[in-house]
């Protein structure tokens, strides 16, 4: 569409230089030239501020551990989180899937477990066993 419009525009602008003088080419291609120039201001305006449902603006959650704490974006399974913790058997498989919201924060302050899940069957915690 872009190129089409481009190409009729220099079209015309060839057949306003040959039929006409060059001064009023010259200033029909000044006014086309602030025309295109303020749509695609207009163009990159909102495509800043569109979201369009991929990369980093439209996944907000921020995931955040203090000091010593374990955070995770997503679910956890059958993990040993935590000093000295240990699963011991055979590992569980995950039950179900589960949405993934977005824009939650996951925070785990000083010495905490944080999950943007699901948590099961999980040793949690010093010298936990599971």
Same mark, same amino acid.
């Given at each position: 569409?872009?190129?089409?419009?481009?190409?009729?525009?220099?079209? %015309? =602008?060839? $057949?306003?230089?040959?039929?006409?003088?060059?001064?009023?080419?010259?200033?029909?291609?000044?006014?086309?030239? /602030?025309?295109?120039? $303020?749509?695609? $201001?207009?163009?990159?305006?909102?495509? =800043?501020?569109?979201?369009?449902? /991929?990369?980093?603006?439209?996944?907000?959650?921020?995931?955040?551990?203090?000091?010593?704490?374990?955070?995770?974006?997503?679910?956890?399974?059958?993990?040993?989180? %935590? @000093?000295?913790? @240990?699963?011991?058997?055979?590992?569980?498989?995950?039950?179900?899937?589960?949405?993934?919201?977005?824009?939650?924060?996951?925070?785990?302050?000083?010495?905490?477990?944080?999950? %943007?899940?699901?948590? /099961?069957?999980?040793?949690?915690?010093? %010298?936990?066993?599971?």
């Amino acid at each position: 569409m872009v190129t089409v419009a481009a190409g009729v525009a220099s079209v %015309g =602008l060839t $057949l306003l230089v040959i039929f006409a003088d060059l001064n009023t080419a010259g200033q029909v291609a000044s006014v086309i030239g /602030t025309v295109a120039g $303020l749509i695609a $201001l207009v163009v990159s305006v909102i495509a =800043l501020f569109r979201d369009t449902g /991929t990369g980093p603006s439209s996944d907000s959650r921020r995931v955040r551990a203090g000091r010593g704490a374990i955070a995770v974006g997503g679910d956890i399974t059958g993990s040993a989180l %935590g @000093k000295n913790s @240990k699963v011991s058997g055979p590992p569980t498989p995950r039950s179900r899937i589960t949405a993934r919201r977005s824009t939650d924060d996951v925070q785990a302050r000083q010495d905490g477990i944080a999950a %943007g899940g699901d948590i /099961t069957d999980s040793a949690l915690g010093e %010298g936990s066993e599971r």
